[in-house]
């Protein structure tokens, strides 16, 4: 059957596996592709793996593709006796990746997963062929528009802004990540506003993640300028988006070397969402150039 984005977020969520890691917790994650050279996508803050369904589609032919639920995030196990740091969540990936043998490996991320995917350049180099990371989370504040940087900042010292949040709010705040709030389709806002009572200790887990969302501003100052300047690495930025002009300016000198910076106008946050088409033309072009990035 050909994957489609309707079929893409179906068989995301319901035909995955877990892979248990060395402290005994569990990754939840999807692997579709024709056994070619493995792509992985990391998700953003608090959504999940069906974060990727528009993109998806687009590479399988091509690639093996990952998909993962980052821990404390969708399937994956929520310890609410584990401090989910950006070190913790970016560790337990590496895990998988060693454990699975994955090399020549192509990462695309958005949000925390555009953090994360840089952090997996700069601790697992030899692993890696290339890098598309959209609209990183790394300032070390808490971004976003008014309501949601008061939700995230509330979140930091209890569990239960979370637990009872209903679904206009989820749409009202992830739409918030948009230039285009009619771009954010229905089905996703349906499974993202369902977490809080369909999963298990999601308000310890993820009032953990904004407990410690200044531990990815300490990805930035320390893993940033450790990626090999040969390394080919995309920075894209939504116009849009919440990120802060001098921390892009920054971005771009600590990543440097074989670094190519894309900036659209009329895109938010939420890239892979609202403009899928956009994101995948930049992952194609930069798949099929010969030349540097």
Not at 113 to 142: F, H, M, Q, W
Not at 154 to 167: F, I, M, N, S, W
């Amino acid at each position: 059957m050909t994957m489609n984005e309707s079929n893409a977020f179906e068989q995301i969520g319901t035909d995955g596996e877990l892979f248990e890691t060395s402290d005994g917790n569990s990754i939840y994650f999807y692997k579709t592709g024709n056994g070619k050279p493995p792509m992985l996508f990391l998700h953003t803050l608090r959504t999940q793996a069906e974060f990727h369904h528009k993109l998806l589609p687009a590479f399988v032919d091509d690639y093996d593709c990952y998909v993962l639920d980052w821990p404390g995030h969708g399937r994956s196990s929520k310890n609410p006796n584990v401090a989910y740091t950006a070190d913790y969540l970016v560790s337990r990936v590496i895990e998988f990746i060693e454990a699975n043998d994955l090399k020549n490996l192509v990462l695309i991320g958005e949000s925390i997963g555009a953090t994360g995917v840089l952090a997996l350049a700069a601790r697992i180099p030899d692993r890696i062929k290339s890098v598309y990371a959209s609209n990183p989370y790394d300032d070390g504040l808490i971004i976003g528009k008014p309501a949601g940087r008061m939700v995230s900042w509330l979140g930091q010292y209890t569990a239960a802004v979370t637990k009872d949040e209903k679904r206009p709010i989820t749409k009202y705040l992830i739409g918030g990540g948009f230039y285009d709030r009619s771009r954010l389709d229905d089905k996703f806002v349906d499974l993202i506003s369902t977490n809080a009572t369909t999963q298990e200790n999601f308000g310890a887990a993820f009032h953990s993640v904004l407990a410690n969302q200044k531990t990815w501003h300490d990805i930035r100052r320390n893993d940033y300028p450790k990626i090999p300047k040969d390394l080919p690495v995309v920075l894209h930025y939504g116009r849009q988006d919440w990120s802060s002009k001098w921390v892009r300016k920054e971005n771009e000198q600590r990543l440097g070397g074989n670094l190519k910076v894309i900036e659209q106008n009329k895109l938010g946050h939420f890239s892979f969402l609202e403009d899928p088409a956009h994101m995948i033309q930049i992952v194609k072009r930069g798949e099929n150039s010969d030349a540097a990035l």
